[in-house]
């Protein structure tokens, strides 16, 4: 999931993301308009595309804020995860022997079941279910458990039946969905459709449509984008000009000023994407800061870390610039390393002994029960 809700340009999350529709691939708007500058196609598939192809997908950028602001939370629970240990053999022997022993020994499968259906209902209301579903679940874990008492004879169902109100009180009311299959009922205002459980929901939605696409289209042409500029034909009159049009300096060489207006043009377009478009003030600022960031990359450029090669050097003579780098720096390399292989050590530490915990655990348990 991480890895389908990153940009294929930039490998981050995608800000204001938007889809080609001839190929259905995803971007982030403003690095796929820097790219369809350089080269007018999908850097995935190479197929055929512009500016104007580009179109919003509200549902990612959703689904984005969702993702992060539980990130965290899905991070810590995987680290946490111990090892699944496996259950000993003297647990198993008396739950797999207890199926034909008299009531006693019954009283095991039916535990099992009830706590594995438990289990089932926690994980479904931490993956966000309805309430809808998660009753359709419990009804068909129900339903199982009648399946397997029929097995046993009636006495066995009324031993279940007592032990488990619950599951009684399903069964006299079961569900349209394990029954009779998922009931539709067609919506009286759009005709489509819709399962019954879900039809209060759909109504409201359908009611309050259109005032939702009227709000939608007027956020969505709230600032027309800036169409592209022939740069050779403009005099540095015309080009200052634009520029002051939009806040920006008009220091700097030709080149300088063409490169700022169309980092400008990008980022203001891409903006225009957004249901909430940042200020053109606030597009400058960050646009200045960019350029600053840049002047100070080239300044700091050349230095004694940095490796340089010419067009004329063999490979060989490249081996041996890189053969002196590796030797020169082999401190270094062996330091991260190091700091590398401690962490996994510890991380694998961790997990050991919060695997064995749980395992001891585990093992007091079973006399108990």
Not at 12 to 28: E, M, W
Not at 196 to 222: G, M, P, V, W
């Amino acid at each position: 999931v991480d890895n389908l809700l990153r940009c294929g340009i930039c490998f981050d999350y995608f800000s204001i993301a938007v889809i080609i529709p001839q190929c259905s691939h995803n971007y982030c708007s403003l690095c796929i308009r820097k790219f369809l500058s350089y080269k007018t196609q999908c850097p995935t598939c190479c197929v055929a595309v512009s500016e104007s192809d580009l179109k919003n997908n509200r549902t990612l950028d959703d689904l984005v804020k969702s993702f992060n602001s539980a990130r965290q939370q899905l991070l810590q629970l995987v680290w946490d995860a111990p090892v699944a240990p496996s259950p000993p053999a003297s647990s198993r022997r008396p739950a797999a022997e207890s199926h034909g022993r008299g009531p006693d020994a019954k009283e095991g499968p039916v535990i099992h079941s009830s706590s594995r259906k438990d289990e089932a209902c926690a994980s479904a209301e931490a993956a966000g279910l309805t309430c809808a579903a998660q009753e359709s679940f419990k009804t068909e874990e129900h339903h199982d458990l009648h399946s397997t008492s029929a097995e046993f004879g009636d006495k066995d169902s009324e031993v279940l039946s007592q032990q488990s109100p619950e599951w009684t009180k399903s069964h006299e009311k079961p569900s349209t969905s394990v029954a009779k299959g998922i009931r539709k009922v067609e919506c009286p205002v759009c005709e489509v459709a819709i399962p019954e459980q879900y039809i209060n929901r759909h109504l409201d939605s359908c009611l309050t449509r259109e005032e939702k696409k009227d709000s939608l289209r007027s956020s969505a042409h709230k600032r027309k984008p800036l169409s592209k500029v022939v740069y050779n034909l403009l005099s540095d009159r015309d080009l200052k000009k634009k520029l002051k049009e939009h806040g920006l300096s008009t220091f700097g060489t030709r080149q300088q000023l063409i490169k700022r207006h169309q980092e400008f043009v990008h980022m203001y377009n891409a903006q225009c994407d957004s249901l909430n478009p940042k200020p053109v003030a606030e597009v400058v600022k960050e646009l200045e800061k960019n350029e600053k960031i840049r002047v100070q990359l080239e300044c700091n450029k050349p230095g004694e870390n940095s490796l340089t090669f010419t067009k004329d050097q063999t490979e060989e003579e490249i081996d041996e610039i890189h053969a002196e780098y590796r030797n020169k720096h082999r401190s270094e390399f062996k330091f991260l390393v190091n700091q590398i292989n401690n962490r996994w050590k510890k991380s694998g530490d961790r997990k050991r002994e919060s695997a064995q915990s749980k395992e001891g655990v585990a093992v007091k348990e079973v006399p108990a029960a």
